[in-house]
């Protein structure tokens, strides 16, 4: 399994940015699809966004659509650029990896879909 590293989080004001890393171990970081989930306190893990093998192919849950950018480039490393924060956007923000040698180009968007996980990384935004 590949090991995730998260960073990037922190407490910001409504309106405000935050950019959130993953820092992947795997060599073959390239045939991994990566994605962000979160969990807000009392609720089930959610997806928040993924990106493919290509770095072009990316699906959003419908409430950050406009607002968050998943991103990822060859040092293994993949992103998520947060703008116009809400409070309802607080969470532990997770990255996660799914292995795909044959990828189809579709979107995963479960959390079974994938089998590496970080430890995970607090977005509090405040009002």
């Known amino acids: 399994q590949v090991q995730l590293v998260e960073s990037g989080g922190g407490l910001v004001q409504a309106g405000d940015s935050l950019r959130l890393s993953c820092a992947a171990s795997?060599?073959?970081?390239?045939?991994?699809?990566m994605a962000w989930f979160r969990q807000a306190p009392g609720k089930e893990r959610e997806f928040v966004a993924t990106?493919?093998?290509?770095?072009?192919?990316t699906c959003y849950t419908d409430s950050v659509k406009g607002r968050f950018i998943i991103s990822r480039d060859n040092a293994k490393s993949t992103f998520l650029q947060m703008n116009g924060l809400k409070p309802e956007d607080t969470a532990v923000y997770y990255c996660?990896?799914?292995?795909?040698?044959?990828?189809?180009?579709?979107?995963?968007?479960?959390?079974?879909?994938?089998?590496?996980w970080g430890q995970g990384t607090q977005v509090t935004v405040s009002s």
């Open positions: 990106i493919g093998r290509n770095g072009a192919t």
């Open positions: 996660a990896a799914r292995f795909t040698p044959f990828w189809r180009g579709s979107c995963y968007t479960e959390a079974s879909d994938f089998g590496s």
């Open positions: 795997e060599r073959t970081f390239s045939t991994y699809t």
